[in-house]
């Protein structure tokens, strides 16, 4: 397969289409390059710990829904801090009982929020909407001085905005007012740790010490 660079004007709107379309195309360098790796980890409220170990739920709950499942349902599970929110759709109580089931039974899942809708599977076309819509909603925290865009988590499902995280009181209402206005979003959804201001200070790193 012949990959293409994409212009960064486009990748960000595109670039969480590729996993549900496939195919291979190259992001800008600035996207991939260990300085724009460092400033995700250094941003993160997370301890690298539970980074890692929502990175094993989530990718252990894919598997084993889709072992169990297969295409009867579409699922989303997205961890954060340990708590996996689980969103998508399945034909019936039963399943969506059983997809809680399985994601509540895996290694360090401490908390599950099961948001599945019963209802046919939504069609490729409505989760290329939702994925665009994301990409949107985290560019727009991106532009906002005032945050850090890694505190937030983002997850859209038929034009309902989740997001997880931790931040300040201050910081949650200002990212409500921003997702809330754009156009797409139907409802937002806050499954957030609060912070104090002092909280949040001890979470900054020591600036550097002055050479002597």
Known sequence: MTCHRMPWSLSAAVGVL??????????PAIMAGGAAVGTMVATDRRTPGAVVEDRGIETK?????REALGDAVHVN?????????????VPDEKRKA???KIVRDIENAQKTLNELAVMDNTPMTARVSDGILASRIRAALIDE?????NA?????E????????????????????????LNGVTRVVRILDTLSEQDLEGMLPAPPALAQ
Do not use: P, W
């Not at 590729?18 to 992001?27: K, P, R, S, T």
């Not at 709950?61 to 829904?65: Q, T």
């Not at 309902?160 to 949650?172: D, L, N, P, S």
């Open 18 to 27: 590729l996993l549900q379309l496939g195919g291979c195309i190259a992001v």
């Open 61 to 65: 709950a894919a598997l084993r829904i």
């Open 77 to 89: 599970v997205s961890s954060y801090n340990r708590t996996a929110l689980i969103t998508g759709e």
């Open 98 to 100: 059983q997809v809680e």
């Open 145 to 149: 001085k005032n945050l850090i865009a």
């Open 152 to 156: 937030f988590k983002i997850t859209v």
């Open 158 to 181: 038929r034009g309902v905005v989740y997001v997880q995280g931790r931040a300040t009181a201050k910081e949650i209402a200002l990212m409500t007012d921003i997702v809330s206005g």
